[in-house]
T-cell receptor, first 112, second 114 residues
Framework: DQQVKQNSPSLSVQEGRISILNCDYT??????FLWYKKYPAEGPTFLIS?????DKNEDGRFTVFLNKSAKHLSLHIVPSQPGDSAVYFC???????????FGPGTRLSVLP | DTEVTQTPKHLVMGMTNKKSLKCEQH?????MYWYKQKAKKPPELMFV???????INESVPSRFSPECPNSSLLNLHLHALQPEDSALYLC?????????????FGNGTRLTVT
């Protein structure tokens, strides 16, 4: 049973436009959420996090939105750049932050 | 450059071999993790060490044996593995056990069991 879902396996976006990646979760104990980017042959790179006391967190081109009642979060990348092309994973944990569960990932392609 | 260093980058081993994967971090993090990632799948948690003590073991077979010699080092000892254990093994660390903070990953060891 997948506790963290990313229902879009892939997404293509034009350079300069907005990329929106979505993530849904089922476990109401999850309190802390993260987004990672992964290039081939590298480990996941941390992008941005959000805890359940917030509904938005912003860091440069990356913004994460959390809708706790809908158990849904999204990552917005504006503007998208070709270097953003990678697999993006959503991850969640309870507030003890040790048992992280990852979603299956979304492959983002940013087209020049 | 990643601040979590894993060696070796690639490892090929037979089913009767014994080998070890190594992980090192110098960020002062006190939680360290082993994850396993199969192709086109998300990382799956194997073990968590908090303050050098094993705190989470996700029902991993005993042919995988973790060790945390000190706060900077994490090892994964491998013995009698099966071909289905072939995967990318990722080490990660985070700041303080019990407080939500992001995981920082190494680049992984690509393991092939023949």
């Amino acid at each position: 049973d997948q506790q963290v879902k990313q229902n879009s396996p892939s997404l293509s976006v034009q350079e300069g436009r907005i990329s929106i990646l979505n993530c849904d979760y089922t476990n109401s104990m999850f309190d802390y959420f993260l987004w990672y980017k992964k290039y081939p042959a590298e480990g996941p790179t941390f992008l941005i996090s959000i805890s359940s006391i917030k509904d938005k967190n912003e860091d440069g081109r990356f913004t994460v939105f959390l809708n706790k009642s809908a158990k849904h979060l999204s990552l917005h990348i504006v503007p998208s750049q070709p270097g953003d092309s990678a697999v993006y994973f959503c991850a969640a944990s309870d507030n003890y932050g040790q048992n992280f569960v990852f979603g299956p990932g979304t492959r983002l392609s940013v087209l020049p | 450059d990643t601040e979590v260093t894993q060696t070796p980058k690639h490892l090929v081993m037979g089913m009767t071999n014994k080998k070890s994967l190594k992980c090192e971090q110098h960020m002062g993090h006190r939680a360290m993790y082993w994850y396993k990632q199969k192709a086109k799948k998300p990382p799956e948690l194997m073990f968590v060490y908090s303050y050098e003590k094993l705190s989470i073991n996700e029902s991993v077979p005993s042919r995988f044996s973790p060790e945390c010699p000190n706060s900077s080092l994490l090892n994964l000892h491998l013995h009698a593995l099966q071909p289905e254990d072939s995967a990318l093994y990722l080490c990660a660390s985070s700041q303080v056990p019990g407080m939500a903070s992001p995981l920082h990953f190494g680049n992984g060891t690509r393991l092939t069991v023949t």
